[in-house]
Structure formats: C-alpha cells, structure tokens
C-alpha cells in the first residue's frame, strides 16, 4: 500500500519538499503494519530497507549492548540503507503494535537517479539526523554526561 | 519394463552429470548467495546466478531443452540477448529513469565521463599484448566500463561466445563498486582536495531538459554512428520522461519494461554461462583485466579531474571523477561517502551524478568506437 501526501508532509524528514517532490516520493513508500516483538532489522545484515515510525515503540539495540528506544512519529530506522556502512547497525524490534512507512534501498537508488536534487536533499536531512543520533550510537553521550 | 526404467534412470541428470557441472551449479548458487545474503546488485545477481543453475543442469543433447538448441525455451529467449534487442530496451528504461539536470546545469563535468573511458581502451591494448584477439580484447575492455548492458550488446556483436563470463565480470564490478573505488580514490587525491566543496548547480529550465535529448541524441550518433541502438533508445526514453506529456509510456519503460528485459536479460545470460567457456583460463584473464579496466577507468577520471582543476576558475573535487564510470548511481553514492569521510558536511552526490551519467552515454560512444574498428 503506498503513502498518501499529507502523510509525508507531516514528516520530519519530508517536511521540506515541495508537493512535486512529496508526488515522488509517495510512490515508493509504503505503509506497514507491525506486531509486538516483530524485528525490523538484524545487528550486522545488508541494508536493505528503511523505516519511518508513524506509530508504536521500537527498541533499538547496538554494539556493547546500548540501546535506545524510539516512538515518536517520523524517527527513522535503518539509516544504513543509504549511508554507509550500507549494513544494519543495530537491532531494531517493535514493543509495541504499530505502524511504519517503508522505503527499499532499490526504490531510493532509483530516486537519486531520476531526481538527484532531491535525492541530495533528502541525504541532507538523513546526514543531519545521522550526526544527531551518533552520540547515543557510540556511547559519545554518555561520556559527555559524566 | 526393466529396460525402460533403466533408460529413464540413464536419461536424469544423475546419470548425466560431470564435476564440471557440479562447479558451476555452486558458481550459480554463490551468485544468488551475493545477491540475496549480501545484496550485491540483487536486481542482477539473482537472475544471473539461477539462470545458471538452469544452464548447468546437465540435460540429454539435442532433446530441445538447452539454450543452445535451436527451438529450446531458452534459445527463443536468448535470441534478444544475441541480437542485441535486450541492452537497447535496458537503455530506453534507463533513459526513462535518468536526470540528465546535473549534467547539463555544468556541461563541463561531461568530460570526466568520457575520461573514465580510457579504461576500456587502456585494458583494449592490454588484453590485445597479452594474446587475445581483437574482438575479445575489445569486450574484455568494455568492462571498464561499469555498464552491464552496454559489455552485452558489444560482446554479443563482437565474441558471443563470451557473453558469459563478460557479463558476469562487468555485474560483479558494477556490484564491488564500493570495495574497489575508494582506495584508489584515497590514493591518487590528498586530503586537501577531498575537502573541496563545489558551489550549487544552476537550475536547469524544462525547455533545456526537452532539448537535450533531441540534440544529445543527434549529437552522438552522428559522431558514432553504431551507437545509434543504445543511445537512440536511451535519449528517446529521457525525451518520453521530460517532455512529460506521455508520462505514462515514460512510467511503463522505467518500471514493468526494465524490470521485465532485466529477468529475460540475467536469467538467458545465466544460463549460457556454461562450464566450457566459464571454467577456463581465459575467463580468470577476462575477470582480471576486467579488474585492471575498472580501476584504470576510475583513476582515469579522477587525475583527469585533477587537470581539470588546473584550468578551472571554480574548483571541482577530484573525488566526483571516479563517478565517470557509468554504475548509476552507485559510484556517484561512493564519491559522497569517501567525500564524507573526510567532511561530513559537504555534499557531493548531485555533483557526481554528472559525470556518472555522462559515463552512460560515454561506454555505449565507445562500445560504438570499438564496434566499427571491428568492423572495418
């Protein structure tokens, strides 16, 4: 099933394309439902797949056992589908029933392909998130805390 | 009702097989492994590899089943592959599918694509010292090329007998893109020019983008005329994609046709990959000189890059000229994450996409230059 444009817009990630780019995108997202305990992506496998939260709470767990929990609306899962290590950092499960937006590593190539402006602005937006997120990965936090 | 079944029993693959058949079923099955456990090209890989498996099942001759035999399934389907109908129609997909904007908002970038070319001509005369003949040599180098459809359609005018080995050679770079480039980036670039950022490209109107196809086409295949196949198929699908009034034939050539020429495409070129002309010398030469091509063509562009630079006002990052070989996007997606390394911030996708583009266009001119030499 895929997406509907107002669903997009409302998205973090897509809050900036125009409703042309959004008309893109629409096509190649698509909506899932998950279960309690369904996993998402598996610590160490090819990337294949990312995930946009729409609903529900996701554990993700990565190297010396730390984890962090997602559950707000337009987090992503599975960022290393389209930038490297191009293999899944971490292990995301679902806790709770939810729903998600899926887009294959495929579909995104194809995108760069056929609009390569927008596939910059969308690999903008994922970077920045990325360098948002890294301190939790690494354990870098932590050790600003302390 | 003995000899029957002992005749059935001498007619099954069983009876038929010989440990070249074994090699190549596993061969077969390390390909899908690739594509399925590794995604390395899946699109491509997984066809390839169980085509193979179809190819290598060892089958009673001249029984009407093998890809060889006239009249066979497999030899119906195979015959796109002979007569060059496959890699046009890949091409017109392709076309359909690309954004050409990047290319045209600096037109100057197109150089680094055809840069990236010397590659196949480097490992043409390479494989031409080494002992191969010269249609061989000519496939062998189109490897360098980075474009799978583009290595078929030569090699299939050139040395069918090869299309084998060649395509699985150039799908497997094409799939290594990400292992082989960045060294060979690292090595030839210093820090100091991997950091350099490129100032935004202009906005290119629809009215350039709906031209261009017409004159890009005119352009090229006035200049190489045996390019007219591919590139006639490939700016004809870019003119269905931008002129934007026939949208849903632009949609149908980038969507169902591609993906429908690509299973009739990997699964025919899979199977003819059999053990008499896969396990032999000459494809662990074939799979080495390609090698050489695909490197030599990625530091082609990137030290042409660097001259470039010698006379620009306005510089360009040398990384973007790895992207010249054509593996859209993959290699312009490996020049953002070596460029990446080094500054997080700066963005070169959009810039590499030029040159990667303008490498499409770049292999099939030279599969095109090669062809004619041949031909004379």
């Known amino acids: 099933m895929s997406t509907d444009i107002q669903t997009l817009k409302s998205l973090d990630l897509f809050a900036d394309l125009n409703f042309g780019e959004l008309e893109q995108i629409a096509p190649l997202m698509h909506l899932m439902k998950v279960t309690e305990g369904e996993v998402l992506t598996r610590k160490g496998e090819p990337a294949g797949t990312f995930f946009i939260i729409l609903s529900g709470n996701f554990m993700l767990s990565f190297k010396e056992e730390r984890t962090f929990t997602l559950h707000n609306k337009g987090n992503i899962i599975g960022l290393s589908t389209v930038v490297t290590p191009f293999r899944y950092t971490g292990t995301a499960v679902a806790l709770t029933d939810g729903l998600v937006l899926l887009m294959q590593g495929q579909d995104f190539l194809r995108l760069i392909q056929s609009n390569s402006a927008l596939g910059d602005k969308i690999m903008q937006k994922i970077n920045e998130i990325v360098s948002e997120r890294m301190p939790y990965m690494t354990g870098a936090w932590e050790e600003r805390r302390y | ?376």
């Open chain 2, 1 to 376: 009702m003995e000899n029957l079944l002992i005749e059935f029993l001498s007619n099954t693959g069983f009876a038929l097989v010989d440990y070249r058949n074994i090699i190549m079923l596993l061969v077969g099955i390390i390909i899908i492994y690739l594509g399925v456990a590794k995604q390395y090209e899946p699109l491509l890989l997984v066809p390839i590899g169980f085509g193979m498996l179809i190819g290598n099942i060892p089958i009673i001759k001249d029984f009407g089943l093998g890809i060889y035999e006239s009249g066979s399934f497999l030899n119906y389907v195979y015959y796109g592959v002979t007569h060059d109908i496959y890699p046009p129609l890949i091409f017109l997909g392709i076309g359909a599918l690309t954004d050409f904007s990047t290319m045209l908002a600096r037109p100057v970038l197109m150089l680094l694509g055809a840069a990236a070319q010397i590659g196949i001509f480097t490992t043409f005369l390479g494989a031409l010292a080494i002992g191969f003949p010269p249609n061989e040599a000519a496939s062998i180098g189109i490897i360098g090329g980075a474009d799978g459809p583009t290595a078929i359609f030569l090699t299939a005018m050139l040395a069918p007998r090869l299309i084998g080995p060649i395509a699985v050679a150039a799908y497997s770079y094409m799939a290594l893109v990400p292992v082989i480039q960045p060294p060979i980036m690292r090595l030839l670039t210093t820090r100091k020019e991997r950091l350099i950022r490129m100032e935004e490209p202009r906005e290119v109107s629809k009215r350039e983008k709906i031209i261009f196809p017409i004159v890009g086409f005119l352009l090229c295949c006035f200049l190489a005329p045996a390019a007219l196949p591919l590139l006639g198929m490939l700016f004809f699908g870019n003119l269905l994609k931008e002129c934007v009034v026939v949208e849903r034939l632009a949609k149908t050539a980038r969507t169902s046709l591609i993906d429908i020429v690509t299973i009739l495409l990997g699964v025919t070129v899979g199977a003819s990959t059999q053990a008499d002309v896969f396990l032999t010398r000459q494809s662990i030469g074939i799979f080495a000189l390609g090698a050489f091509s695909f490197a030599i063509a990625t530091a082609s562009g990137v030290i042409f890059a660097k001259i470039m630079n010698l006379f620009l006002r306005k510089k360009i990052n040398p990384l973007i000229g790895a992207a010249g070989v054509s593996a859209v996007p993959n290699s312009a997606r490996v020049v953002q994450m070596v460029g990446q390394k080094e500054d997080p911030t700066n963005f070169l996708l959009m810039h590499a996409m030029a040159p990667n583009i303008s490498g499409v266009i770049g292999s099939a001119i030279a599969a095109a230059i090669l062809w004619s030499f041949m031909s004379l």
